[in-house]
């Protein structure tokens, strides 16, 4: 049973252009969102978080977005460059402060030169 | 900061076989995650130690995984016997509570191949 889904396996852009990864989650319960970035070889890297009561989190060229009614998330990369190709996973919490994160399946994203 | 170090980086190892992974967190973190990344199911939390202590296995497959923490800067995860379904990346992760969870910082990983 698969709560947070990414049903992208992957996904291709242009350098310079928009990225935009998508996540949905099932249960009702996760309040506290995380993007976490991971190259070949190494293990992820947190990369930006939101919790439910905003809709919007931005840092730097990266911006999350929540849909709380919809359960759906979405990662914005903006202008995405070269050294952003890597799997993406998205995760969730319930009850923000308990540590045990549910992570989706990834989205591998790779910047076109 | 050396960050989390795992040891093996890569094991081959034939079923029935016991292996042990080994993780060292960063030095003044509280909290342990031992986590397995397959193409399927992508990252799950086997087992989680808040001040070496278990918190939650519920992620623990079956009895063939056992996990220890006999101090704040040592964790150990065994699988035996193994078999080839295990094959995966295993990664250990730690943090320092209180809240955030963005504080998790992971190793690099033990890919491990069981034939």
């Known amino acids: 049973d698969q709560q947070v889904k990414q049903n992208s396996p992957s996904l291709s852009v242009q350098e310079g252009r928009i990225s935009i990864l998508n996540c949905d989650y099932t249960?009702?319960?996760?309040?506290?969102f995380l993007w976490y970035k991971k190259y070949p070889a190494e293990g992820p890297t947190f990369l930006i978080s939101?919790?439910?009561?905003?809709d919007k989190n931005e840092d730097g060229r990266f911006t999350v977005f929540l849909n709380k009614s919809a359960k759906h998330l979405s990662l914005h990369i903006v202008p995405s460059q070269p050294g952003d190709s890597a799997v993406y996973f998205c995760a969730a919490v319930a009850n923000f402060g308990n540590e045990k994160l549910t992570f989706g399946t990834g989205t591998r994203l790779t910047i076109i030169p | 900061d050396a960050g989390v170090i795992q040891s093996p980086r890569h094991e081959v190892t034939e079923m029935g076989q016991e292996v042990t992974l080994r993780c060292k967190p960063i030095s003044g973190h509280n909290s342990l995650f031992w986590y397995r990344q397959t193409m399927m199911r992508g990252l799950e939390l086997l087992i989680y130690f808040n001040n070496n202590v278990p918190i939650d296995d519920s992620g623990m497959p079956e009895d063939r995984f056992s996990a220890k923490m006999p101090n704040a800067s040592f964790s150990t995860l065994k699988i035996q016997p193994s078999e080839p379904r295990d094959s995966a990346v295993y990664f250990c992760?730690?943090?320092?509570?209180?809240?955030?969870?963005?504080?998790?910082?992971f190793g690099p990983g033990t890919r491990l191949t069981v034939l």
């Open positions: 992760a730690s943090s320092f509570i209180p809240p955030g969870t963005d504080t998790q910082y």
């Open positions: 939101i919790s439910s009561i905003k």
């Open positions: 249960n009702s319960m996760f309040d506290y």
